[in-house]
């Protein structure tokens, strides 16, 4: 199993953060840097394979197993199935990105459940919805075809399904559940929860924990700005609904009615912070149970990179999916 210290994130440093490394071209089309890919494992403590969701567009799943052969014991009833949406502000990155590969093998173990990850459309070429239409292909991918997959036919319980994302991820999670409980039914699958790590949230003016960023190591203010403008429609500003769904679905709150218990995870050192204590707020607000841990420590993404960080968010995680999780006011 990749080891998630061992995995090149990104980078520490703002003078290489891959996300300045990003480059606009007058038509609007962009380089990206080159992140390296791992490969799905056929072996190892996590299994992980591919398989396609809609040809047409290109998108795939990545499957993570614990290894029923491998130590420890598998447990003695079926796992969680958990639908994860990575990050990259909408812009770069893939399931196979190697930290993006090591982190969901280290949670797949660490729950333990059967993460199911979505390589989804990127913007500018996709810009959203792009994401949340594949998002919600992926949503409905559960329903549809998951029963009949091997690994989650013999070892996964579609009746406790979570959906989580990081980042852009936590953006899109967010989404997939409110357009999956719009009475929408899902059987055999059961979404029970959703896992917003970080979300990726923005808005015209900022908050004070952007005002701050400017020379942040992983998301600085001018990546973040760099970022919406690439992933939003075009001519929308960052008080559009896909960035900043308290204020400008304010009138719409209708929306939440129905979406399950979320657990929304963020650290103290993340410029979007205030946006993710905004979010909970806003969610409690309309009657949506939330689980709030929003005062780890360390920066923005510091769980593909710092072990200690990981464990703290898989140790969340796992007691979200238990049902363990205690309502924090953070």
Same mark, same amino acid.
């Given at each position: 199993?990749?080891?998630?210290?061992?995995?090149?994130?990104?980078?520490?440093?703002?003078?290489?953060?891959?996300?300045?490394?990003?480059?606009?071209?007058?038509?609007?089309?962009?380089?990206?840097?080159?992140?390296?890919?791992?490969?799905?494992?056929?072996?190892?403590?996590?299994?992980?394979?591919?398989?396609?969701?809609?040809?047409?567009?290109?998108?795939?799943?990545?499957?993570?197993?614990?290894?029923?052969?491998?130590?420890?014991?598998?447990?003695?009833?079926?796992?969680?199935?958990?639908?994860?949406?990575?990050?990259?502000?909408?812009?770069?990155?893939?399931?196979?990105?190697?930290?993006?590969?090591?982190?969901?093998?280290?949670?797949?173990?660490?729950?333990?459940?059967?993460?199911?990850?979505?390589?989804?459309? &990127?913007?500018?070429?996709? !810009?959203? =919805?792009?994401?949340?239409?594949?998002?919600?292909? *992926? @949503? /409905?991918? #559960?329903?549809?075809?998951?029963?009949?997959?091997?690994?989650?036919?013999?070892?996964?319980?579609?009746?406790?399904?979570?959906?989580?994302?990081?980042?852009?991820?936590?953006?899109?999670?967010?989404?997939?559940?409110?357009?999956?409980?719009?009475?929408?039914?899902?059987?055999?699958?059961?979404?029970?929860?959703?896992?917003?790590?970080?979300?990726? &949230?923005?808005?015209?003016? !900022?908050? =004070?924990?952007?005002?701050?960023?400017?020379?942040? *190591? @992983? /998301?600085? #203010?001018?990546?973040?700005?760099?970022?919406?403008?690439?992933?939003?429609?075009?001519?929308?500003?960052?008080?559009?609904?896909?960035?900043?769904?308290?204020?400008?679905?304010?009138?719409?709150?209708?929306?939440?009615?129905?979406?399950?218990?979320?657990?929304?995870?963020?650290?103290?050192?993340?410029?979007?912070?205030?946006?993710?204590?905004?979010?909970?707020?806003?969610?409690?607000?309309?009657?949506?149970?939330?689980?709030?841990?929003?005062?780890?420590?360390?920066?923005?993404?510091?769980?593909?990179?710092?072990?200690?960080?990981?464990?703290?968010?898989?140790?969340?995680?796992?007691?979200?999916?238990?049902?363990?999780?205690?309502?924090?006011?953070?």
């Amino acid at each position: 199993m990749g080891d998630v210290t061992a995995a090149a994130p990104p980078s520490p440093d703002k003078s290489t953060n891959l996300f300045m490394q990003i480059v606009v071209h007058p038509d609007g089309t962009i380089t990206r840097p080159f992140v390296p890919d791992a490969p799905p494992s056929a072996t190892g403590p996590v299994l992980s394979r591919d398989v396609p969701l809609d040809a047409s567009l290109a998108t795939s799943l990545r499957l993570y197993l614990p290894n029923p052969a491998s130590p420890p014991p598998p447990p003695t009833s079926k796992l969680p199935v958990i639908l994860y949406f990575h990050g990259g502000g909408f812009v770069l990155f893939s399931t196979g990105s190697v930290f993006y590969h090591a982190s969901c093998e280290a949670m797949a173990a660490a729950v333990p459940a059967i993460v199911v990850s979505l390589d989804y459309r &990127l913007a500018p070429e996709h !810009r959203l =919805p792009a994401a949340y239409d594949d998002a919600a292909s *992926a @949503v /409905l991918w #559960l329903r549809d075809a998951a029963a009949g997959d091997p690994w989650i036919a013999a070892h996964g319980d579609l009746s406790r399904c979570f959906v989580m994302g990081s980042s852009s991820g936590g953006n899109m999670a967010l989404n997939a559940g409110v357009r999956a409980c719009r009475g929408l039914d899902l059987g055999p699958a059961a979404v029970r929860g959703l896992v917003l790590h970080q979300p990726y &949230l923005g808005g015209v003016a !900022r908050t =004070p924990s952007e005002e701050k960023s400017g020379d942040d *190591a @992983v /998301l600085p #203010l001018e990546a973040n700005d760099k970022l919406w403008s690439l992933a939003l429609p075009a001519g929308a500003d960052r008080d559009h609904e896909f960035s900043n769904p308290a204020k400008s679905m304010a009138a719409a709150a209708a929306a939440l009615t129905g979406l399950p218990r979320c657990l929304v995870t963020g650290s103290d050192g993340d410029p979007l912070i205030d946006r993710q204590r905004e979010l909970v707020a806003w969610l409690r607000g309309h009657g949506v149970e939330v689980v709030a841990k929003t005062d780890f420590t360390g920066s923005h993404a510091a769980e593909l990179f710092v072990k200690e960080t990981a464990d703290e968010l898989f140790a969340a995680v796992r007691a979200f999916v238990s049902g363990a999780g205690d309502v924090v006011h953070s």
